[in-house]
């Protein structure tokens, strides 16, 4: 039934065609940043019920891994003209979506924040966050646990930019200007 399921998902996924909207561009103000959701995909929501928003979007299946999950599933990206927008994070076996990983600049929450904003910006919007070491995959992220997702920094351990005391312990952030890589909605 499981294979089912994702065959499913699949034919879904690759029937994705691309094609232009009105104004030859991506309609990002239908898809505002909101808690646990990207615009009307949601997260605990299937990739199958959510198929009608992903039309016009060209899809391709990669490592979760590379989004920092684990576990041997694949992601997959959306992607328009070109421009990789989102990718959505099924739980393995399944396509409900457990997270969404948001790369593209122009997708905002209600405060103007986007995926690939400064850590300044978001520490002054979003006051009560931590940042953490991401031992397991590398890099840092910054929590934003009333929200619903992180920011990830996919930084070195020669260029990290929070000074940490303890690895299981939130850093404080150094350098301001940084901007995150990504963001993902959980």
Same mark, same amino acid.
Request: with cysteine; glycine share 6%.
């Given at each position: 039934?499981?294979? *089912? ?36 995909? =949601? ?53 409900? $979506? ?9 997708? =905002? ?12 910006? #978001?520490? /002054? ?5 931590? *940042?953490? /070491? ?17 920011? #990830? ?7 990290? $930019? ?9 850093? =404080? ?12 909605? =959980?």
């Amino acid at each position: 039934m499981k294979k *089912i399921i994702l065959s499913a998902a699949m034919a879904i996924l690759c029937s994705c065609t691309q094609h232009n909207k009105p104004n030859n561009t991506f309609a990002y103000h239908t898809f505002p940043i909101t808690k646990s959701a990207l615009g009307p995909i =949601k997260v605990g929501s299937r990739i199958a019920h959510n198929s009608h928003h992903l039309n016009g979007l060209d899809s391709t299946g990669v490592d979760a891994f590379l989004y920092h999950y684990d576990g041997g599933g694949l992601a997959y990206d959306y992607s328009y003209k070109g421009k990789r927008l989102f990718a959505l994070m099924p739980a393995i076996d399944t396509d409900s $979506i457990i997270a969404i990983i948001v790369f593209d600049h122009n997708f =905002k929450d209600n405060k103007g924040i986007t995926a690939r904003s400064s850590a300044k910006d #978001i520490l /002054q919007h979003y006051p009560n966050i931590s *940042i953490y /070491q991401d031992l397991l995959a590398g890099g840092e992220f910054i929590m934003d646990e009333l929200n619903n997702r992180d920011f #990830i920094f996919e930084t070195k351990n020669d260029s990290l $930019i929070a000074e940490y005391r303890d690895i299981d312990a939130a850093g =404080k952030l150094k350098k301001l200007n940084t901007k995150s890589d990504w963001m993902t909605i =959980k």
